[in-house]
């Protein structure tokens, strides 16, 4: 067995405090800039080259790694300078299972505090090469995502493009003869979203789930704004409620095949319930809605569609509110959406099934790693698993 030393957290992983940046410089330049939620924009200057980012205020306790040159703002704390016995990636690993965001500060304004994490005990291997070959043992479950990653991009744009060429471009087979009319092509109209799609709302009564009624496993998952991000689902951080307490609701259970669309906060936010998806039994919290299939258009058309520019675009024009905005149903609904004939529709669906099945089998392969490694994580940083 390896030997594992007591340090403080001060000792070898120092905290430091991130640089003022305006959002206006954070538009362009070679660097990453983070925040506490991650990168928030790219800059001409770096803090560091390279390094550990902790979340300070907003997303407290948050941890990311940056292999090259970064800023850092004032929202976070960065390290970049270690102990000589230690491993930067090491550090970052063990850092996700150290409860960082019970260290806030009581103030009016909740932020990490420095001096208390600093004071933190940990155990870590004496020996810097048992740290390195942890690292990398975890570092090869996140490459592999990242890898997934890039291909998921790379599909998505080539579908996106493909859309652009057909109904932004109107390059779709047959255009050569086709016959403008207002500006569309004959037989094409711009048709209101609800008449297209179902849109389901959830259940906001008086059985809506507590708090208190929430736990880390259960019967049904109900989803968290976290869960729907612009690019699908992210099953991170789930929350879960009873089979009873399932069954006292009466809107908003997911079925195969569904699109969930944010409509709070982040509004937007767009991930496909297809058959990749873990979870069996899926739920909408009340800042979100759910798009069913009506018959009226293959369901990889209004996907693409609702990703499409120009529908975001939209979308943001019909939020309301400032503070918090928002995307009624009455404003969804009456939302315009070009509808080609049903011919060119499923002709063009046809085609990018086979890229969108891809991006799902990469996004649940994505999940399934991340669940190996979160497996591993706490195992490799105890010493139960020798290495």
């Not at 690993?93 to 960082?100: A, D, E, N």
């Not at 009466?250 to 058959?275: C, H, P, Q, S």
Request: with cysteine.
């Amino acid at each position: 067995m390896s030997e594992w030393v007591e340090k403080r957290l001060g000792e070898v992983a120092p905290f430091k405090y991130g640089k003022s940046l305006l959002e206006a410089n954070r538009q362009a330049g070679c660097f990453n800039v983070y925040s506490s939620a991650g990168i928030c924009g790219r800059s001409d200057k770096s803090i560091a080259s390279k390094g550990i980012i902790v979340g300070r205020k907003g997303t407290v306790g948050s941890v990311f790694y940056s292999a090259f040159p970064f800023f850092c703002i004032d929202t976070a704390f960065y390290v970049d300078e270690i102990s000589k016995n230690c491993d930067m990636k090491f550090l970052f690993y063990y850092m996700q299972l150290l409860k960082l965001e019970s260290f806030n500060n009581d103030a009016a304004v909740p932020g990490l505090n420095r001096n208390l994490a600093h004071k933190l005990r940990i155990n870590i291997p004496a020996e810097p090469s048992v740290q390195t070959r942890i690292a990398k043992i975890l570092s090869t479950y996140d490459d592999a995502i990242e890898n997934n990653n890039h291909r998921i991009a790379l599909l998505e744009k080539a579908a996106q493009e493909l859309y652009k060429e057909w109904f932004v471009r109107f390059r779709f087979p047959g255009h050569e003869n086709a016959k403008f009319e207002g500006g569309l092509p004959e037989g094409w109209e711009a048709t209101p979203f609800g008449k297209l799609v179902n849109i389901i709302d959830g259940d906001r009564g008086k059985n809506y789930p507590h708090q208190t009624e929430f736990s880390i496993e259960g019967y049904c998952l109900f989803l968290n704004a976290g869960n729907v991000t612009k690019n699908g689902f992210d099953f991170s951080d789930n929350a879960f409620i009873t089979e009873a307490k399932d069954k006292l609701l009466r809107k908003g259970k997911l079925i195969r095949n569904d699109m969930v669309v944010t409509t709070r906060g982040t509004v937007g936010n767009i991930a496909f319930y297809n058959e990749y998806v873990q979870y069996n039994v899926m739920r909408i919290n009340s800042g979100m809605v759910i798009l069913r299939d009506s018959g009226e258009v293959p369901i990889e058309f209004l996907y693409l569609t609702l990703r499409s520019d120009s529908i975001q675009q939209m979308i943001q024009l019909f939020s309301s509110g400032s503070a918090q905005p928002q995307l009624p149903i009455k404003d969804m609904k009456k939302m315009k959406i070009l509808k080609p004939p049903t011919s060119i529709v499923k002709e063009f669906s046809s085609i990018v099934s086979d890229t969108l099945h891809e991006t799902a089998l990469l996004q649940a392969q994505n999940q399934n790693l991340a669940r190996q490694r979160d497996l591993l994580l706490p195992r490799l940083m105890s010493g139960k698993i020798e290495v």
